[in-house]
């Protein structure tokens, strides 16, 4: 069976300072991978897949099926990015069911 | 740690007949859980925040008749599609909120209910 990990629960930064934020996965086919985030009081949104290969508002995730990861990062954290950030996967073989991590909630600080 | 719990995982039915899904949060009590679905190669749509004991918010779009949403209790949020017809073969997921840890607490997710209407 899949699963999703992010290790940490809390990430404190502050602005300016560079973000990543952890994602790790077990899965025995090809993975689709995505994070998702969301900001205070409103709903869970896409924030980008790795297929795409795209930057969105400054972050990037790169696939590395070596380590199994796909860490989010930032070079520069504004204040606004503050919110949960749940990382999960497409499971080709489960018929593209989306499995979450358990989240991680950014806080930058000023 | 708090546990979503959705059941079926996999749900096959004829077109016309009407599929219930339940989510249910073990440890925890839940007034409001939300329900997503996702078409293939999107990403995930709220459909409906469900609330205990009074009526479930839609989101615009999305029939109130047609996806159905009780929660009856603290621990169980149900989705019942009805009359379903192909184009609501989709991947549906709920979640909810661990009232114990705040507002800002991570949501919780199920496992999802891959739905196909033959």
């Known amino acids: 069976a899949q699963r999703v990990t992010q290790p940490e629960k809390l990430l404190s930064v502050f602005k300016g300072a560079p973000v990543e934020l952890k994602c790790n996965y077990s899965?025995?086919?090809?993975?689709?991978l995505f994070w998702y985030v969301q900001y205070s009081r409103q709903r869970l949104q896409l924030l980008l897949r790795h297929i795409s290969r795209e930057s969105i508002k400054g972050f990037t995730a790169d696939l590395n099926k070596g380590e199994t990861s796909f860490h989010l990062k930032k070079p520069f954290a504004q204040e606004e990015d503050s919110a949960m950030y749940y990382c999960?996967?497409?499971?080709?073989?489960?018929?593209?069911?989306?499995?979450f991590g358990g989240g991680t909630r950014l806080m930058v600080k000023p | 740690g708090a546990v979503v719990s959705q059941h079926p995982s996999w749900v096959i039915c004829k077109s016309g007949t009407s599929v219930k899904i339940e989510c249910r949060s073990l440890?925890?009590?839940?007034?409001?859980m939300f329900w997503y679905r996702q078409f293939p190669k999107q990403s995930l749509m709220l459909m409906a925040t469900?609330?205990?004991?009074?009526?479930?918010?839609?989101e615009q779009g999305v029939e109130k008749d047609k996806f159905l949403i009780n929660h009856a209790s603290l621990t169980l949020s149900t989705l019942t599609v009805t009359s379903a017809h192909p184009e609501d073969s989709s991947f549906y997921i709920c979640?909810?909120?661990?009232?114990?840890?705040?507002?800002?607490?991570?949501?919780?997710f199920g496992n999802g209910t891959r739905l196909t209407v033959t």
């Open positions: 440890d925890f009590q839940a007034t409001t």
């Open positions: 469900s609330n205990e004991g009074s009526k479930a918010t839609y």
């Open positions: 979640s909810a909120r661990d009232p114990r840890v705040g507002d800002n607490s991570p949501l919780h």
């Open positions: 899965y025995s086919g090809s993975p689709e």
């Open positions: 999960a996967l497409a499971a080709h073989n489960a018929g593209n069911m989306l499995t």
